[in-house]
């Protein structure tokens, strides 16, 4: 199949949105390939966390996500052969992660590495900018968004669950602050595609979402 018709679905949407889990359900159901591109700002935040490279050299950042070595093992995220899948979901990472994001070299950086998750059968693929920048002829595109309170919830219980400590007035802080940064920068700010479906979650189960999504695909 030329790679330029392998089906892909983009879920973009604000942080703690429900999308993880809906895009990792669909690609499942569907036996696509899943590329979680947020987890590529995030295996770059955190080598520069560990490097000491600092926010304003705009240049190591890119250096380090143009050679990150990336892997992803099932549901496990990997540094070079390190199982870092915990350790990037830390809220220090995810925050250093939102603000390499606005470097428009490290977007050019990571560009290339994730065109490459288009594989056949077909890839599912989530993030803030799949839909308007990295793969603006998908198939379907979806944007979900949930109200703040509903994501600080999620977000709080998905902590929780992972072992780490959570308070919630600094998560909706934190949510606001990252909403502020991804829609506001000047490089792939997150919008949705023109052509996105929108999809609000706030009262909607993970299930729910993942059946309005298939049936959207269905008809696409
Ligand atoms: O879990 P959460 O939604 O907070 O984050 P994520 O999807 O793992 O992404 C981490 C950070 O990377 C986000 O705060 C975004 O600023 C950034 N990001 C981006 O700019 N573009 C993408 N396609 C994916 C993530």
């Known amino acids: 199949m030329p ?29 696509f390939h899943l590329l979680d591109s947020g987890a590529l700002y995030r ?7 560990r490097r000491g490279t600092e926010l304003r050299d705009e240049h190591g950042i890119a250096k380090l996500a143009e050679h990150l070595p990336a892997r992803f093992v099932g549901h496990d995220v990997f540094l070079a052969s390190e199982n870092v ?34 594989e056949a059968p077909g890839l599912v693929a989530d993030g803030r900018d799949m839909g308007t920048v990295i793969f603006p002829t998908a198939k379907l595109k ?20 992972k072992g780490f400590s959570a308070n919630m007035d600094d998560l909706l802080a934190d949510l606001q602050a990252r909403d502020e940064r991804d829609t506001k920068r000047a490089v792939a700010p997150l919008v949705p595609a023109e052509d996105a479906h929108l999809l609000d979650t706030s009262n909607m189960s993970a299930e729910e979402a993942i059946e309005q999504v298939l049936a959207w695909y269905a008809h696409a």
């Open 3 to 31: 790679h330029s018709h392998i089906p892909v679905i983009t879920i973009d949407g604000p942080t703690a949105s429900g999308k993880g889990t809906v895009a990792a359900k669909v690609a499942e159901r569907l036996s």
């Open 43 to 49: 295996l770059t935040a955190l080598q520069a966390l």
């Open 85 to 118: 899948t915990q350790a990037i979901r830390a809220e220090e990472v995810g925050n250093m992660a939102s603000k390499i994001a606005a470097l428009p070299s490290v977007r050019q950086a990571l560009f290339a590495l994730q065109l490459g998750f288009r």
């Open 142 to 161: 979806v944007f979900l968004t949930a109200s703040v309170e509903a994501r600080a919830e999620r977000r709080y219980k998905q902590l929780i669950g």
